[in-house]
């Protein structure tokens, strides 16, 4: 089993910044890989970055188009947090915001139904 914990969710104006932090525990060793996502009221959860980690080739990683350029997905060396830095945020980017934990290889990056584990979610809120 793998816990997921997000924090540093909040309000904040548009332009302006926020990062986001999750806090792996349990059994570390079983992720394969991990993303971000959110979901917007009245909307479908939808992918936001997603990180495969390489030892030795260096991380892949994948952002959703309306993020590149702007969010930036990273991990700490022993894998424990995952993190999300947002910058130039905008009103659409208000969503909740989760972190998400997989512990097989294959798949598509951006769909949700890949991920095993799921972290409660940090809500985030952008006004214009």
């Known amino acids: 089993q793998v816990q997921l914990v997000e924090s540093g969710g909040g309000s904040v104006q548009a332009g302006g910044s926020l990062r986001l932090s999750c806090a792996a525990s349990?059994?570390?060793?079983?992720?394969?890989?991990m993303a971000w996502f959110r979901q917007a009221t009245g909307k479908e959860r939808e992918a936001v970055a997603y990180i495969y980690p390489h030892t030795v080739s260096g991380d892949t990683i994948y952002y959703a188009d309306s993020v590149k350029g702007r969010f930036t997905i990273s991990q700490d060396n022993a894998k424990t947090t995952l993190y999300l830095q947002m910058n130039s945020l905008k009103s659409g980017d208000t969503a909740m915001y989760y972190c998400?934990?997989?512990?097989?290889?294959?798949?598509?990056?951006?769909?949700?139904?890949?991920?095993?584990?799921w972290g409660q979610g940090t809500q985030v809120t952008v006004s214009s």
């Open positions: 349990g059994d570390i060793a079983s992720v394969k890989d």
């Open positions: 998400a934990a997989g512990i097989r290889y294959g798949g598509i990056w951006d769909d949700a139904g890949r991920y095993n584990y």
